[in-house]
């Protein structure tokens, strides 16, 4: 039996290595420690990485979620809700949520609901008025769409 190498990395190598991670891209502290517990490495020296990121400022969770609300919002077309339940999954605080929040413009918001749902509703083959205003309900509540919103959009779009 064949016992597979993993590679070592001494505390210098790993930080230069994570360096470069959060350069490329917005990262979370969990994302962060994930990557550096792949590399093997001991929870004193996560630690010490970890703290030496946000140092020199490489790590900074206000600026993920932020980056990450706007990216979310203006790409994939989330809607608050979805956006709020991913931040909390990568264990982003309340008050960096919130601040993350107001990334997203409120006039903006409106325009891309909009857009999305009669994007959505063209799409929609279906004959029947329940289950087209079922299907479209469903697909803009997946997005994370606030429900308040989703069915005045219906009473809207399908009346």
């Not at 290595?17 to 990557?35: D, F, I, S, T």
């Not at 009669?118 to 509540?141: G, H, M, P, S, V």
């Amino acid at each position: 039996m064949q016992f597979e190498r993993t590679k070592s990395y001494t505390l210098k190598e790993a930080t230069r290595k994570l360096e470069g991670y959060c350069a490329y891209q917005e990262r979370c502290h969990k994302e962060v420690k994930q990557k550096l517990k792949d590399m093997n490495m001991i929870p004193k020296a996560i630690d010490e990485i970890v703290s030496h990121l946000i140092q020199e400022n490489y790590l900074n969770e206000e600026r993920f979620a932020q980056s990450f609300a706007r990216g979310k919002f203006n790409i994939k077309k989330w809607g608050r809700n979805r956006i709020v339940n991913e931040l909390k999954f990568r264990g982003i605080s309340r008050f960096n949520i919130k601040t993350a929040l107001h990334e997203i413009d409120d006039e903006k918001y409106v325009t891309t609901l909009d857009a999305l749902a009669k994007k959505r509703l063209a799409a929609i083959r279906e004959t029947n008025k329940q289950k087209r205003r079922r299907k479209l309900a469903d697909y803009l509540l997946y997005r994370g769409w606030e429900s308040h919103l989703v069915y005045g959009k219906l009473k809207e779009l399908i009346p």
